[in-house]
């Protein structure tokens, strides 16, 4: 079985801060974690992933993850907030070991950057 | 290359109508799949389908049905609509990850179903 949390509903951020969005996951193997970004009234967006090596992953429009497998978590950062950054964010996790062939995503996190 | 491309963008339905929502991609994947988004819920797997003339229910099927004839296409029909399936629905692809390690998936815009 695969799952993951987002614990938080909405995240409030005001413009020039750093910024994290959180995510935990479980799997009976090894993760393979993803980030994507929803813009209103659009597809879901890849951001970045990872699936095995450096625990600390770079992707699209400044975004970074870190990897923490004591932890079980995945957490989406950002150095420095943008109002453009605002949208809805969704965690997924898929079983890498050939348990599943699709990911299961979180109930997605709002993120709210404010000028 | 279009992507993923799912028609129609906007649907409203009679309860106990029927439809099919289409699904096309244009870049040879083997993984398809279809989830509804509502409010608070994050996204859902209806079906999934992992090749042509392969398919596999997901979280919640029930109301549904698929069918994957062809590596490009990937309909979702609804049998009887109810309310309850009122949602906005995105189709997904990607390549499988055999050899590849996990690979992303690639979604449509959305198709965004009212039942009356």
């Known amino acids: 079985a695969q799952s993951v949390a987002q614990p938080e509903d909405q995240v409030n951020v005001a413009e020039g801060n750093p910024l994290t969005v959180k995510c935990t996951y479980s799997v009976s193997g090894n993760p393979y974690l993803f980030w994507y970004v929803q813009y209103p009234n659009r597809g879901l967006q890849f951001l970045l992933k990872?699936?095995?090596?450096?625990?600390l992953v770079k992707g699209s429009y400044g975004f970074e993850a870190e990897f923490n497998k004591s932890q079980t978590s995945f957490h989406l950062k950002k150095p420095s907030a943008l109002v453009s950054d605002s949208a809805l964010y969704f965690c997924a996790v898929r079983d890498g070991s050939g348990g599943s062939y699709i990911p299961t995503f979180g109930r997605g996190t709002s993120l709210i950057v404010h000028p | 290359n279009a992507g993923v491309t799912q028609t129609p963008k906007f649907q409203v339905l009679k309860t106990g109508q029927s439809m099919t929502l289409q699904c096309a991609q244009d870049?040879?994947?083997?993984?398809m799949s279809w989830y509804r988004q509502d409010p608070g819920m994050g996204l859902r797997l209806i079906h999934y389908s992992v090749g042509a003339g392969i398919t596999d229910q997901g979280e919640v099927p029930n109301g549904y049905n698929v069918s994957r004839s062809t590596t490009e296409d990937f309909p979702l029909r609804l049998l009887s609509a109810a309310p309850s399936q009122t949602s906005v629905y995105f189709c997904a692809s990607s390549y499988s990850d055999l050899g590849a390690g996990g690979t992303e998936a690639f979604f449509g815009q959305g198709t965004r179903l009212t039942v009356v």
């Open positions: 870049m040879n994947h083997e993984y």
């Open positions: 990872y699936i095995t090596g450096d625990n």
